[in-house]
Protein backbone atom coordinates (compact mmCIF):
# COMPACT_ATOMS: atom_id res chain seq x y z
CA UNK A 1 0.00 0.00 0.00
CA UNK A 2 2.25 3.69 -1.27
CA UNK A 3 -0.04 5.14 -3.59
CA UNK A 4 0.98 8.48 -1.24
CA UNK A 5 4.39 8.51 0.31
CA UNK A 6 4.55 10.63 3.51
CA UNK A 7 6.98 13.11 3.54
CA UNK A 8 9.35 13.56 6.07
CA UNK A 9 8.37 16.24 7.54
CA UNK A 10 4.66 14.72 7.85
CA UNK A 11 3.27 15.56 4.40
CA UNK A 12 2.89 13.64 1.47
CA UNK A 13 4.78 13.11 -1.85
CA UNK A 14 3.35 11.97 -5.56
CA UNK A 15 4.48 8.98 -6.94
CA UNK A 16 6.25 9.78 -10.36
CA UNK A 17 6.12 13.53 -11.27
CA UNK A 18 2.99 16.08 -11.51
CA UNK A 19 3.02 17.39 -14.45
CA UNK A 20 0.60 20.49 -14.45
CA UNK A 21 0.61 21.91 -17.76
CA UNK A 22 -2.31 19.15 -20.31
CA UNK A 23 -0.82 19.32 -23.69
CA UNK A 24 -3.15 18.84 -26.83
CA UNK A 25 -3.01 19.06 -30.75
CA UNK A 26 -2.49 22.25 -31.84
CA UNK A 27 -6.51 23.99 -32.61
CA UNK A 28 -6.61 25.48 -36.29
CA UNK A 29 -6.22 28.86 -36.43
CA UNK A 30 -9.82 30.61 -36.82
CA UNK A 31 -10.88 34.54 -36.41
CA UNK A 32 -12.66 33.71 -33.56
CA UNK A 33 -10.91 33.28 -30.13
CA UNK A 34 -11.55 29.69 -29.02
CA UNK A 35 -13.94 29.48 -25.37
CA UNK A 36 -11.31 29.29 -22.37
CA UNK A 37 -12.13 25.91 -20.68
CA UNK A 38 -14.43 25.72 -18.41
CA UNK A 39 -14.55 23.43 -14.57
CA UNK A 40 -18.14 22.28 -13.46
CA UNK A 41 -18.49 20.79 -10.08
CA UNK A 42 -20.76 17.12 -9.92
CA UNK A 43 -22.23 15.77 -7.43
CA UNK A 44 -21.78 11.88 -6.61
CA UNK A 45 -24.86 9.49 -6.38
CA UNK A 46 -24.91 5.93 -4.69
CA UNK A 47 -24.70 4.27 -7.87
CA UNK A 48 -21.08 5.59 -8.26
CA UNK A 49 -21.63 8.43 -10.61
CA UNK A 50 -20.93 11.87 -10.52
CA UNK A 51 -23.38 14.52 -12.77
CA UNK A 52 -23.55 18.65 -12.90
CA UNK A 53 -26.00 20.55 -10.84
CA UNK A 54 -28.16 20.53 -14.29
CA UNK A 55 -27.54 16.88 -15.14
CA UNK A 56 -26.67 18.05 -18.46
CA UNK A 57 -23.35 15.93 -18.26
CA UNK A 58 -22.57 12.81 -16.19
CA UNK A 59 -19.47 10.63 -15.73
CA UNK A 60 -18.98 7.09 -14.89
CA UNK A 61 -16.56 4.90 -14.48
CA UNK A 62 -15.57 1.97 -16.70
CA UNK A 63 -13.08 -1.46 -16.75
CA UNK A 64 -10.77 -2.07 -19.43
CA UNK A 65 -11.01 -5.47 -19.42
CA UNK A 66 -8.20 -6.37 -21.55
CA UNK A 67 -5.55 -3.78 -20.16
CA UNK A 68 -6.52 -5.25 -16.46
CA UNK A 69 -5.30 -8.06 -18.01
CA UNK A 70 -2.02 -7.22 -19.38
CA UNK A 71 -1.47 -5.47 -16.16
CA UNK A 72 -1.75 -8.67 -13.75
CA UNK A 73 0.04 -10.23 -16.47
CA UNK A 74 3.19 -8.25 -16.12
CA UNK A 75 5.82 -8.90 -13.70
CA UNK A 76 7.67 -5.87 -11.95
CA UNK A 77 5.51 -2.78 -13.26
CA UNK A 78 5.38 -1.65 -9.48
CA UNK A 79 1.81 -0.43 -10.57
CA UNK A 80 3.19 2.06 -13.11
CA UNK A 81 0.74 0.91 -15.79
CA UNK A 82 -1.99 3.23 -17.08
CA UNK A 83 -4.98 2.75 -14.49
CA UNK A 84 -7.08 0.04 -15.64
CA UNK A 85 -10.63 2.17 -14.79
CA UNK A 86 -11.06 5.68 -16.62
CA UNK A 87 -13.86 7.62 -16.99
CA UNK A 88 -16.83 7.86 -19.40
CA UNK A 89 -18.93 11.35 -19.96
CA UNK A 90 -22.39 11.13 -21.77
CA UNK A 91 -24.78 14.22 -22.12
CA UNK A 92 -28.53 14.04 -20.56
CA UNK A 93 -30.42 11.56 -22.39
CA UNK A 94 -27.76 8.71 -23.04
CA UNK A 95 -26.53 6.00 -20.50
CA UNK A 96 -23.62 5.43 -18.80
CA UNK A 97 -21.98 2.15 -18.65
CA UNK A 98 -21.97 -0.16 -15.49
CA UNK A 99 -20.20 0.63 -12.81
CA UNK A 100 -16.93 -2.05 -12.69
CA UNK A 101 -17.30 -4.65 -9.88
CA UNK A 102 -14.90 -5.07 -7.41
CA UNK A 103 -13.94 -7.63 -5.17
CA UNK A 104 -15.51 -6.59 -1.57
CA UNK A 105 -11.73 -7.91 0.12
CA UNK A 106 -10.13 -5.69 -2.31
CA UNK A 107 -8.39 -2.46 -0.43
CA UNK A 108 -8.72 -0.29 -3.34
CA UNK A 109 -11.66 1.86 -4.45
CA UNK A 110 -12.79 4.17 -7.01
CA UNK A 111 -15.10 7.01 -7.72
CA UNK A 112 -15.19 9.61 -10.47
CA UNK A 113 -13.64 12.95 -9.66
CA UNK A 114 -15.61 15.56 -8.44
CA UNK A 115 -15.13 18.02 -11.17
CA UNK A 116 -15.16 18.10 -15.07
CA UNK A 117 -13.68 20.27 -17.20
CA UNK A 118 -15.08 21.11 -21.14
CA UNK A 119 -13.05 22.46 -23.71
CA UNK A 120 -13.45 24.57 -26.11
CA UNK A 121 -13.03 21.71 -29.14
CA UNK A 122 -15.53 19.56 -27.15
CA UNK A 123 -13.81 16.89 -25.65
CA UNK A 124 -13.50 17.15 -21.89
CA UNK A 125 -11.03 16.70 -18.73
CA UNK A 126 -12.86 13.83 -16.58
CA UNK A 127 -10.50 11.88 -13.69
CA UNK A 128 -11.13 8.78 -11.70
CA UNK A 129 -10.02 9.29 -7.88
CA UNK A 130 -8.58 5.45 -6.63
CA UNK A 131 -8.51 5.01 -2.98
CA UNK A 132 -6.39 2.57 -0.48
CA UNK A 133 -6.11 2.06 3.03
CA UNK A 134 -4.24 -0.08 5.07
CA UNK A 135 -4.92 -1.32 8.86
CA UNK A 136 -2.52 -2.65 11.46
CA UNK A 137 -1.70 -3.12 15.14
CA UNK A 138 -2.05 0.40 16.49
CA UNK A 139 -2.79 2.74 13.62
CA UNK A 140 -3.95 2.51 9.99
CA UNK A 141 -3.92 5.13 7.04
CA UNK A 142 -5.49 5.51 3.82
CA UNK A 143 -4.91 7.90 0.83
CA UNK A 144 -6.68 9.32 -2.34
CA UNK A 145 -5.17 9.53 -6.10
CA UNK A 146 -6.26 11.37 -8.93
CA UNK A 147 -6.28 10.21 -12.17
CA UNK A 148 -6.81 13.10 -15.00
CA UNK A 149 -7.65 11.81 -18.68
CA UNK A 150 -8.25 13.80 -21.84
CA UNK A 151 -11.94 13.08 -23.71
CA UNK A 152 -12.68 13.31 -27.06
CA UNK A 153 -16.08 14.98 -27.88
CA UNK A 154 -17.80 11.52 -27.37
CA UNK A 155 -16.97 11.18 -24.35
CA UNK A 156 -13.96 8.89 -24.45
CA UNK A 157 -10.95 8.61 -22.58
CA UNK A 158 -7.56 8.13 -23.71
CA UNK A 159 -5.00 5.67 -23.64
CA UNK A 160 -3.19 6.96 -20.08
CA UNK A 161 -4.11 9.87 -17.86
CA UNK A 162 -2.39 13.12 -18.42
CA UNK A 163 -2.15 14.15 -15.08
CA UNK A 164 -1.51 11.83 -11.41
CA UNK A 165 -1.93 13.59 -8.19
CA UNK A 166 -2.70 12.88 -4.41
CA UNK A 167 -5.46 14.08 -3.41
CA UNK A 168 -5.78 13.31 0.68
CA UNK A 169 -4.08 11.18 2.76
CA UNK A 170 -3.96 10.19 6.64
CA UNK A 171 -1.88 8.20 8.61
CA UNK A 172 -2.29 7.25 12.57
CA UNK A 173 0.77 5.33 14.20
CA UNK A 174 0.86 4.02 17.50
CA UNK A 175 3.68 5.93 19.95
CA UNK A 176 3.00 4.19 23.93
CA UNK A 177 4.47 1.62 24.59
CA UNK A 178 4.78 1.90 28.62
CA UNK A 179 3.57 4.02 31.48
CA UNK A 180 6.66 6.33 30.74
CA UNK A 181 5.89 6.82 26.91
CA UNK A 182 2.65 7.85 27.90
CA UNK A 183 4.08 10.62 30.15
CA UNK A 184 6.60 11.76 27.87
CA UNK A 185 3.94 12.32 25.52
CA UNK A 186 1.88 13.88 27.70
CA UNK A 187 -1.15 11.60 26.82
CA UNK A 188 -0.67 12.22 23.09
CA UNK A 189 -0.28 8.07 22.17
CA UNK A 190 -0.22 8.29 18.69
CA UNK A 191 1.65 10.30 15.76
CA UNK A 192 -0.86 11.67 13.26
CA UNK A 193 -0.39 12.86 9.55
CA UNK A 194 -2.50 14.03 7.14
CA UNK A 195 -2.54 15.73 3.40
CA UNK A 196 -5.37 17.08 1.80
CA UNK A 197 -4.77 18.63 -2.02
CA UNK A 198 -7.22 20.92 -4.31
CA UNK A 199 -7.03 21.05 -8.22
CA UNK A 200 -8.86 24.43 -9.86
CA UNK A 201 -8.74 25.77 -13.08
CA UNK A 202 -5.74 28.85 -12.71
CA UNK A 203 -8.06 32.19 -13.09
CA UNK A 204 -8.23 34.56 -16.12
CA UNK A 205 -5.75 32.23 -17.60
CA UNK A 206 -4.86 32.79 -21.30
CA UNK A 207 -5.51 31.34 -23.69
CA UNK A 208 -7.99 27.66 -24.64
CA UNK A 209 -5.81 24.96 -22.83
CA UNK A 210 -6.28 24.60 -19.18
CA UNK A 211 -4.08 25.48 -16.84
CA UNK A 212 -4.64 24.29 -12.94
CA UNK A 213 -3.43 25.29 -9.48
CA UNK A 214 -2.53 22.64 -7.58
CA UNK A 215 -2.43 23.05 -3.59
CA UNK A 216 -1.37 20.97 -1.17
CA UNK A 217 -1.86 21.32 2.92
CA UNK A 218 0.20 18.65 5.26
CA UNK A 219 -0.25 18.65 8.84
CA UNK A 220 1.62 16.87 11.71
CA UNK A 221 0.17 15.75 15.05
CA UNK A 222 1.28 16.25 17.81
CA UNK A 223 3.70 19.09 17.37
CA UNK A 224 7.44 18.48 16.15
CA UNK A 225 6.71 14.52 15.29
CA UNK A 226 8.65 13.27 11.70
CA UNK A 227 7.99 10.32 9.92
CA UNK A 228 11.83 9.93 9.66
CA UNK A 229 12.30 10.01 13.11
CA UNK A 230 11.49 7.55 16.21
CA UNK A 231 9.12 10.40 17.95
CA UNK A 232 10.60 8.58 21.44
CA UNK A 233 13.69 9.55 20.98
CA UNK A 234 12.17 13.58 21.24
CA UNK A 235 12.43 15.66 24.36
CA UNK A 236 9.20 14.99 26.65
CA UNK A 237 5.85 16.61 25.42
CA UNK A 238 3.72 19.49 27.06
CA UNK A 239 0.09 20.40 26.72
CA UNK A 240 1.15 23.08 23.98
CA UNK A 241 2.61 20.38 21.97
CA UNK A 242 -0.59 18.77 21.18
CA UNK A 243 -1.44 20.87 18.70
CA UNK A 244 -1.53 19.93 14.40
CA UNK A 245 1.23 21.84 12.96
CA UNK A 246 1.50 22.21 9.39
CA UNK A 247 4.49 20.71 7.12
CA UNK A 248 6.21 23.56 5.03
CA UNK A 249 7.89 20.87 3.35
CA UNK A 250 4.92 19.24 2.02
CA UNK A 251 2.32 22.50 1.69
CA UNK A 252 2.78 24.05 -1.23
CA UNK A 253 0.99 25.61 -4.21
CA UNK A 254 2.17 24.70 -8.09
Known amino acids: WSPVWFCPGGGARMIGSLVLSVLFQAVAPSAT ?30 QDAARAARAAMEPGTGGETAPAIRPVVRPRGEQLPEPPQTDNLERETYQPWDGLVRLSDG ?56 EKDMTQRAGACHDEYSFEATLTLAPNAPGSMPIFDYVTTATAYPRGVNRNKDSLTMRPLTRRDLVAERDPECSYQR
Do not use: H, K
Open 123 to 178: GFLAGVEAGSSAMYSGGGGQSWELSLFRLNGDGEAGPAPVLTAPLAGSLIIRACFS
Open 33 to 62: PPAPPILQTLTRDDDNRACTADAAWCVGLA
